[in-house]
Structures are given as C-alpha cells and as structure tokens.
T-cell receptor
Framework: DGGITQSPKYLFRKEGQNVTLSCEQN?????MYWYRQDPGQGLRLIYY???????QKGDIAEGYSVSREKKESFPLTVTSAQKNPTAFYLC????????????FGAGSRLTVL | DAKTTQPTSMDCAEGRAANLPCNHS???????VYWYRQIHSQGPQYIIH???NNETNEMASLIITEDRKSSTLILPHATLRDTAVYYC??????????FGAGTRLFVKA
C-alpha cells in the first residue's frame, strides 16, 4: 500500500537534546512538508520541499532543520534551539502538478521532559 | 492563501446531513477550495476539492456559491465516526498550504 510512514510515533526527549523525526513516502510524490500542531490548534508549516536537494522555510522554521537527499525521505531535526518543542508533528506529501492534494502521515508526538 | 473563515464548532445528529460552511471572500479566480478532516490524534485526511462547479465523491459533496466567496461541505448521513475537525483551505498556488483552526464537528447519537 502506498502511503507515508512517520517514526517514531511517540518520542521523549530531555531538554538540550536534538531529535530527528523520520518521514518516508512511497507515493512517488515530489513535494513533502512538515507541520507542527499544538493542542486545540491548527497546523503550522515548518518546512517544505518541492524537489530533491531543495527546501524552503515555512512560518515557524526557527529551531528546526531538514534535509531532502532522496525523493522518498524528508527527515526533520528538532534542535535544542527550539524553545517549546513539545507538539504533534505531521509530515505530508503531494504531487507538484495538478491538484495539490496533501497526503499525511499518522504523526509523531514529541514530549520534552 | 485566501483567508478562510469557519465556525469554531457544530453539532449534528447521527443520520442527519452535516452542513459545514466556509467563507473565502478573498479567493481569486484560479484558487481551488479544499476540505480535509482530522480525527483526534491522527493525520488530516483529504475529503474533496473544487473550483467552480459543485463536486461529489464517496465521502461528501461540495457546494460552491456562484461568486465563489463561500462553500459548504455536506456529509449526507453523518455517523459517529464523522466526529472530527474539518478544515477548509484555499491555497494560493505554490506549496505553502496553510491550515487554520477548522470546525470541530460533534456527531451525536
């Protein structure tokens, strides 16, 4: 089955530690995205990538970093510079042509202790 | 992205039609309207999208007004499993799709 796989589903981190969230898709989509969601809120865009080896900052990129070395993969690193990293993180992908329908993963819930 | 406005929450009786409104008065001529929903603690799920004409698929119907300034998502026979947050989005092209707070739909038995 085609889809997006995010891992881990739950992650606990101590303050000051970097953590990397994995996102893999087998939909052959060119574009990939990372969103952050806080309780009771909508989704805020962190980073997005339209093509391999290229990515752009979204609205809340500070304290985060990404890479896009392969079409299938778009990992997100939450660095120690992110002051309030506890949140639900969602990865998505889409085609670059035609309707821009996003397919989402199941999410990763990060808790900083 | 065109700004969209949705009610914060709505109730619907099980088996009844759920009509979720969305205002997008600043939408431009080539911007589509998309609807997604998010069941608690899951990733959002695409429902339907449209430009000018009304659209229907196996999940829902989308009614867009002639001036395109508003739309309504219709779930014809709501079930308890339709309880979710529903997002109306009008991205301005490109890839910077913005999700607002959406409408929290409660389907009650």
């Amino acid at each position: 089955d085609g889809g997006i796989t995010q891992s881990p589903k739950y992650l606990f981190r101590k303050e000051g530690q970097n953590v990397t969230l994995s996102c893999e898709q087998n939909l052959n989509h060119d574009a990939m995205y990372w969103y952050r969601q806080d309780p009771g809120q909508g989704l805020r865009l962190i980073y997005y990538s339209q093509i391999v080896n290229d990515f752009q900052k979204g609205d809340i990129a500070e304290g985060y970093s990404v890479s896009r070395e392969k079409k299938e993969s778009f990992p997100l690193t939450v660095t120690s510079a992110q002051k309030n990293p506890t949140a639900f993180y969602l990865c998505a992908s889409s085609q670059v042509s035609g309707a821009n329908v996003l397919t989402f993963g199941a999410g990763s819930r990060l808790t900083v202790l | 992205d065109a700004k969209t406005t949705q009610p914060t929450s709505m109730d619907c009786a099980e088996g009844r039609a759920a009509n979720l409104p969305c205002n997008h008065s600043t939408i431009s001529g080539n911007e589509y309207v998309y609807w997604y929903r998010q069941i608690h603690s899951q990733g959002p799920q695409y429902i339907i999208h449209g430009l000018k004409n009304n659209e229907t698929n196996e999940m829902a119907s989308l009614i867009i007004t002639e001036d395109r300034k508003s739309s309504t998502l219709i779930l014809p026979h709501a079930t308890l499993r339709d309880t979710a947050v529903y997002y109306c989005i009008a991205p301005a092209g490109g890839f910077k799709t913005i999700f607002g707070a959406g409408t929290r739909l409660f389907v009650k038995a």
